[in-house]
């Protein structure tokens, strides 16, 4: 079974909209080369129609004009990229496809097909959340920025039903950002809480 790792940029508060406008400055060689590792590494990526244009209008000529990060471009632009969508779309940037079916079973096809390799996800918001809800994410890498951005679009929308993860890893890097690594869980072991924080947390409840 192929495994998906999704990768998003994060403000403290939880936004994942628009990064362009507070990313940068927190950029470093170590947040580069974390994305560079969970994308870059990937033969297949799965996109959103809106993150799949992005990345067509961007990265095929950073490929072309050779510099710093046209490795990295030579990677994606290699690599199986397969767009969800409603609608019927048409490619020019080598090795792009449409996801046939729904995105969940479709999904789930791709983690079946032979081979070992990983299935990135980079932005892509609506398509992440679909994926953490039915349990398809394997690695949900979030590079969370020191800057409370405080308004934008969140990576988790209200609703009645929690998403359990579990901690992979976590590394601080010298901006301030911090890579944390999520994996899915069945939830938290409440049989094996500490008793005093069972009572603080059933004293908190009922306060």
Same mark, same amino acid.
């Given at each position: ?94 090795? +792009? !496809? ?8 479709? %999904?789930? $096809? ?6 070992? /390799? &990983? ?65 899915? +869980? !069945? ?8 008793? %005093?924080? $069972? ?6 409840? /009922? &306060?």
């Amino acid at each position: 079974m192929r495994k998906i790792t999704a990768g998003l940029f994060t403000s403290v508060d939880g936004v994942v909209g628009e990064p362009q406008t507070w990313h940068f400055p927190y950029f470093c060689e170590e947040l580069g080369a974390a994305v560079g590792e969970q994308l870059g590494s990937a033969d297949t990526i799965l996109f959103g129609r809106v993150t799949y244009d992005s990345f067509a209008g961007a990265w095929p000529a950073r490929e072309e004009a050779g510099e710093q990060d046209a490795q990295m471009a030579k990677a994606i632009g290699d690599a199986r990229k397969i767009v969800v969508s409603h609608s019927p779309l048409e490619f020019t940037w080598r090795n +792009s !496809e449409q996801l046939q079916g729904g995105l969940v079973e479709g %999904v789930r $096809a791709l983690k079946a097909e032979p081979g070992e /390799g &990983a299935i990135g996800l980079s932005g892509s918001v609506s398509v992440l959340r679909q994926l953490l809800a039915a349990n398809l994410v394997d690695e949900l890498h979030l590079y969370v920025h020191p800057v409370a951005v405080r308004k934008g679009i969140r990576l988790f929308e209200d609703a009645d039903t929690p998403i359990p993860l579990t901690l992979l890893s976590c590394t601080a890097f010298k901006s301030g950002t911090v890579h944390m690594v999520y994996g899915p +869980s !069945e939830g938290p072991a409440l049989e094996n809480q500490d008793p %005093v924080a $069972a009572k603080i947390e059933n004293d908190y409840q /009922g &306060a």
